[in-house]
């Protein structure tokens, strides 16, 4: 009797064998907000950079000048106090919101995990800005706003706030904290909930107390979460202009002038110049850039703790 041969399956075709590989369906998945970046950030960033070294105040043709818009810029005391105050204002934001949301977190991780309390957290993050600064402009009005009031009341005195040039540009860090330390309270202790309990079981048995425990497992074992936190809330410090173009619009004398607001004026209230304003703009991205390397380097981003007490 002869045997049967039985047909192999015929070979897949190109398309079924990238349908079925890995790589192909994580780059499909991406392709659209890839597609986003590249249309909405990559080429408008490149297009920055030409206009850069040009002169062009949007009627006419752009004008090549080469460097003459850094030198300009380099130049100008207004951009390097914009600069002074932007790093006040991060000084003050910073240290503060991130110290505060670890407290914040800390507190819940012991005592609550309400989903009530974390609604209630993240919800001054989800009103807009605008919205937050007119609420606190109300607020510490010098007259009639009362926080001002229960001031006056308390034997401390009326105080300035947005009008003073002296405590301006800390109000605004502190609208700012206020909306931002219960979203970043959220993320810390979500950084919290990967942490083994045993690992403080383990440290209570060995006699460490409760700031030995978060100097030792707590914070290190954070340091991905905290990495994440500095990076993106520098980086939005940096770029802070809603608040301050609500509550101050620069003032008092040019006390909250920002970098981003030194780069409004140039376009819309100087001369319309857009060849020194994307100067600006490219200046504070080297900055950043330059500020996110070194907290990745020094926070050693890239590595965990957790490999070492497993």
């Known amino acids: 009797m002869a045997a049967v041969k039985i047909a192999s399956p015929p070979e897949p075709g190109l398309f079924a064998r990238l349908a079925n590989s890995q790589t192909f369906l994580g780059y499909a998945f991406i392709l659209p907000s ?26 006419t043709d752009a004008e090549y000048v080469g460097l003459q818009n850094y030198e300009t810029l380099f130049a100008d ?23 505060l949301a670890i407290g914040i977190a800390l507190i819940m991780d012991k005592l609550s995990n309400s989903p009530l309390l974390r609604g209630l957290l993240i919800l001054p993050w989800l009103m807009p800005n605008v919205v937050v600064a007119m609420l606190f402009v109300w607020l510490l009005d010098p007259t009639l706003g009362i926080i001002n009031i229960f001031l006056q009341n308390i034997g401390i005195g009326r105080q300035g706030f947005f009008g003073d040039p002296n405590q301006a540009i800390a109000s605004v860090a502190g609208v700012n904290i206020w909306r931002h330390m219960g979203y970043t309270a959220i993320l810390i202790f979500a950084g919290l909930k990967t942490i083994p309990k045993s690992l403080y079981e383990a440290a209570r048995v060995d006699g460490a107390n409760g700031l030995v425990q978060f100097l030792r497992i707590t914070l290190p074992l954070l340091r991905p979460v905290l990495v994440f936190v500095l990076v993106t809330t520098v980086i939005g410090s940096f770029q802070i202009f809603d608040t301050i173009a609500v509550a101050t619009e620069g003032g008092p004398a040019g006390a909250t002038r920002t970098i981003i607001v030194y780069i409004y004026e140039q376009v819309f209230e100087r001369r319309i110049n857009m060849g020194l304003a994307t100067a600006a703009c490219v200046v504070l991205f080297l900055i950043l850039i330059t500020v996110t390397i070194i907290q990745t380097r020094f926070l050693r981003a890239n590595q965990s703790d957790l490999a070492e007490y497993s």
């Open 34 to 59: 890839l597609i986003g970046f590249v249309v909405f950030f990559a080429v408008p960033a490149v297009s920055s950079l030409f206009i850069s070294f040009t002169e062009w105040n949007l009627l």
């Open 77 to 99: 005391d207004r951009f390097w106090r914009a600069l002074q105050i932007t790093l006040t204002y991060v000084l003050w934001n910073i240290p503060i919101q991130t110290v």
